[in-house]
């Protein structure tokens, strides 16, 4: 095992885990930019795109069914149009025929859901039953599938296996996943104050789907009506970057700090640290 974010625990666990579910080869195209010091205010700078590549390149020295090609978003960048690449970092999971796009670093609770992906890739199936799909496989459409998720809400892990399995059983959807906690200057731009965002295309949704009515609301969409599935319950949550998410992390940590030095009768500071 090469070095990299993973510790040995975990290695050990992913190693396991590809090796029970990997059956044919899966290519990782992991595309990056070397972004220049200065900050421009029309794109997210690329701040993981080391540590995406370090991640794949640990991961695929986990199972010899994996392989990694890098791009540079700029040095290869007639390729990066011809494949609609323009974010970094960005991932192309390629296998059993079939390809899934994902941009942004897949880290904390939605990493598993990147390894469910590439198992269906593998396997060139899911556990979706086909009398679930029905209604979309009868579909001759292309269908473009974007979706966007962050590593801090309940919702994302369950959208990106949900629409990977569908990608993977359906050869005419063309999905794209963005980890958008990585670009606040695209979330903007693109006016995404809630997680998960789903556009079909071109038409947008909020919140969390089930299996049948987010197959219906393709379905629909595909063929013209726009008009939202009824759900049960439209659950979602505020987007936040991460900067946002780190900041509100320190303000807990200083928060039970506080409480903890109060509970035990001493003094303490903003930062959380006892005053004598």
């Given at each position: 095992?090469?070095?990299?974010?993973?510790?040995?625990?975990?290695?050990?666990?992913?190693?396991r885990?590809?090796?029970?579910?990997?059956?044919?080869r899966?290519?990782?195209?992991?595309?990056?930019?070397?972004?220049?010091?200065?900050?421009?205010?029309?794109?997210?700078?690329?701040?993981?795109?080391?540590?995406?590549?370090?991640?794949?390149?640990?991961?695929?020295?986990?199972?010899?069914?994996?392989?990694?090609?890098?791009?540079?978003?700029?040095?290869?960048?007639?390729?990066?149009?011809?494949?609609?690449?323009?974010?970094?970092?960005?991932?192309?999971?390629?296998?059993?025929?079939?390809?899934?796009?994902?941009?942004?670093?897949f880290?904390?609770?939605?990493?598993?859901?990147?390894?469910?992906?590439?198992?269906?890739?593998?396997?060139?199936?899911?556990?979706?039953?086909d009398?679930?799909?029905?209604?979309?496989?009868?579909?001759?459409?292309?269908m473009?599938?974007?979706?966007?998720?962050?590593?801090?809400?309940?919702?994302?892990?369950?959208?990106?296996?949900l629409?990977?399995?569908?990608?993977?059983?359906?050869?005419?959807?063309?999905?794209e996943?963005?980890?958008?906690?990585?670009?606040?200057?695209?979330?903007?731009q693109?006016?995404?104050?809630?997680?998960?965002?789903?556009?079909?295309?071109?038409k947008?949704?909020?919140?969390?789907?089930?299996?049948?009515?987010?197959?219906?609301?393709?379905?629909?969409?595909?063929?013209?009506?726009?008009?939202?599935?009824?759900?049960?319950?439209?659950?979602?949550?505020?987007?936040?970057?991460e900067?946002?998410?780190?900041?509100?992390?320190?303000?807990?940590?200083?928060?039970?700090?506080?409480?903890?030095?109060?509970?035990?009768?001493?003094?303490?500071?903003?930062g959380?640290?006892?005053?004598?």
């Open positions: 095992m090469i070095p990299g974010p993973l510790d040995n625990s975990d290695s050990l666990q992913i190693s885990y590809l090796q029970e579910r990997m059956i044919n899966v290519g990782i195209d992991i595309w990056s930019r070397n972004d220049s010091g200065l900050v421009r205010t029309d794109r997210d700078t690329c701040t993981h795109c080391e540590d995406s590549i370090a991640l794949s390149r640990q991961l695929v020295s986990l199972h010899p069914g994996l392989s990694l090609t890098k791009y540079d978003l700029d040095e290869h960048s007639d390729r990066a149009n011809s494949a609609n690449i323009n974010l970094a970092p960005s991932v192309v999971l390629r296998g059993s025929g079939k390809s899934i796009k994902l941009s942004g670093m880290s904390g609770a939605i990493f598993p859901a990147l390894l469910d992906l590439i198992g269906f890739l593998s396997q060139g199936t899911s556990p979706l039953a009398e679930d799909l029905t209604a979309i496989q009868s579909v001759s459409e292309p473009h599938i974007e979706v966007m998720v962050t590593p801090f809400d309940p919702f994302s892990p369950h959208m990106i296996r629409l990977g399995a569908l990608a993977t059983e359906i050869e005419l959807i063309d999905l996943i963005v980890e958008l906690a990585q670009y606040p200057v695209l979330a903007k693109r006016n995404i104050s809630e997680i998960p965002t789903i556009i079909i295309n071109d947008r949704f909020t919140g969390v789907w089930d299996l049948a009515p987010m197959v219906n609301q393709i379905y629909k969409v595909v063929n013209g009506d726009s008009e939202p599935v009824i759900r049960e319950k439209i659950m979602s949550v505020p987007y936040i970057s900067e946002e998410a780190i900041e509100r992390a320190r303000e807990e940590l200083a928060r039970q700090q506080g409480q903890i030095g109060s509970n035990t009768g001493e003094n303490t500071s903003p959380g640290l006892i005053i004598p």
